[in-house]
């Protein structure tokens, strides 16, 4: 029967630090669970008071603030928009405050504290006060300062009473209006001029056959030029640091037959360029490009050249999304790159994939020997010979009868004399 | 019977195929049998870790049974059930715990 633990260490969970532990009461005074409780009141604090503000200041007959707020004394979630005044009542409640209490003696946080926690009575009276004037409608003016202002600052788009507000969407942005709700449509245009004159480039350029940058992700900002020309690398930008460090023009087709060969980093590149959807409306007439939603040319599985392989390990991302530089000093990294290589030539279909050799074995280091790999794979290899050569042996060896010195000097002398008879004979 | 959610490795050619196509992430390779409590302790804890790393690393048992793993365990020298071995770019990597 497996034997019980000590009683005395028994593990809690800690809701701030969200891990187990068996300090006991000492937790609260470790400095993680000491840096996670402030931050914690520090946050609900500041909700707390732009709450106060929000319902001293503004307006709670009109749209209260939007703000959730969860009360972690409590285990509540106290919406202010569907139960705006619940919110401040159960702030100013006794179960709240009895709840702060429970918290702060459970964590360790100091009791003065507690009223920075929660809305006094006085606060109470005074919202409730403010509410019943609003509701007669005697504080229409003078409240429209502050209130007004904030929903300025979290709700740009419906119109309100603010007088910048209606400015602005006058003089600014025709095509607000005053609706309560505005949805905010993708740009039906490129804003980017720079669309016009590249579409005639790709235009003259896909007729070769050689620079099809057709992606079928609208790009903003990005625009494309024929590869290999100095423009590129500077129009590239942070695109251009990882595909075309190595670039020139002697390397236009490098670069090409660079982005075809491997699907996975253009995804990685395709990321990089998608900036925004545009739709394909630009309506140049060109083919296969863009905006027409063609494939791009670096997902078209095109001859490549053997010599990428180690331009596009080294200059492109393994994984798709991030990018990362490889630390080019890890272990196995030469290893890593021709693998990656083999595997990609696999998947096209170049390279038959090598049947595993059932001789293989990893650079291995014994679990109970020191020394470098190199030596303990030299080891195992001389035992294994020594027992492979023990097994020729064993099978080499013939069973042969014993034959005596006389019957083998007797053998030799007939051998001889067959040979002077052989001779006399010729002769 | 290995976790239903890592793979488990019966051939020869199958550990190899792991270990030389895990690049650069670790690969850990759990030798022991489905029917050793320790193992399946063991397997447990892996099958619910693998998630978390598996950014960087890889899990996978291997079968101590199968005939064509013998040849491992001589060149691991696997005396104790279950063993982890971690790879590294087809390297082993030696771990000293505690």
Known sequence: ?427 | MGSALLPTLRLKSEVDTAIRDTLDKVLVLRFGRGIDAACLHLDDILARSSWDISKFATVALVDMDSEEIQVYIDYFDITLVPATIFFFNAHHMKMDSG
Not at chain 1, 320 to 330: D, E, F, M, V, Y
């Open chain 1, 1 to 427: 029967m497996p034997e019980k633990p000590p009683p005395a260490a028994e593990f809690e969970y800690c809701e701030l630090c969200r891990h187990h532990h068996d300090h006991g009461r000492r937790h609260r005074y470790v400095t993680k669970h000491r840096r996670n409780l402030d931050a914690a009141l520090t946050s609900f604090r500041s909700k707390l008071s732009d709450l106060r503000r929000a319902f001293l200041h503004g307006s709670p007959s009109s749209q209260p603030p939007r703000a959730r707020l969860w009360c972690p004394f409590c285990s509540i979630d106290l919406d202010s928009r569907s139960a705006g005044k619940n919110a401040i009542y159960h702030l100013a409640s006794s179960e709240h405050l009895k709840g702060v209490k429970d918290f702060l003696r459970k964590h360790g946080g100091g009791m003065d504290q507690v009223d920075s926690l929660r809305i006094s009575e006085d606060v109470l009276a005074k919202w409730e006060k403010g509410s019943e004037s609003l509701s007669t409608g005697t504080k229409k003016g003078t409240e429209g300062l502050i209130g007004p202002c904030l929903k300025q600052i979290k709700d740009i788009q419906n119109e309100y009473t603010c007088e910048s507000l209606d400015s602005f969407a006058q003089n600014n942005i025709p095509s607000f209006s005053n609706t309560a709700s505005y949805v905010v449509m993708p740009l039906q245009s490129p804003t980017n001029g720079a669309y016009d004159p590249i579409s005639t480039a790709c235009h003259g350029a896909s007729s070769s056959g050689s620079a099809r940058y057709s992606t079928p992700y609208g790009t903003v900002g990005l625009p494309i030029t024929p590869w290999g020309s100095a423009e590129t690398h500077k129009q590239q930008g942070a695109l251009s640091t990882n595909l075309f460090h190595s670039s020139g023009p002697e390397t236009k087709g490098h670069q090409s037959t660079v982005l075809v060969n491997d699907a996975r980093p253009s995804i990685s590149c395709s990321n990089h360029v998608q900036q925004s959807h545009t739709g394909g409306n630009l309506s140049n007439g060109s083919k296969e490009n863009v905006h027409t939603g063609a494939p791009p040319p670096w997902l078209k599985a095109n001859e490549h050249d053997p010599k990428n392989l180690p331009l596009r390990s080294c200059a492109l991302p393994s994984r798709k999304g991030k990018s990362r530089i490889l630390n080019p000093k890890r272990v196995g990294a030469a290893w890593a790159e021709r693998r990656r290589a083999e595997m990609e030539l696999e998947k096209q279909g170049e390279i038959v994939p090598a049947t595993s050799d059932s001789s293989w074995l990893p650079n291995f280091g014994s679990v109970w020997q020191s020394g470098t790999r190199k030596e303990s794979r030299k080891d195992f290899e001389k035992s294994h010979k020594l027992h492979d050569t023990k097994s020729n042996h064993d099978l080499s060896l013939e069973i042969k009868p014993y034959i005596s010195k006389r019957m083998r000097v007797g053998a030799d002398k007939a051998s001889d004399k067959a040979e002077e008879l052989g001779s006399h004979l010729q002769q």
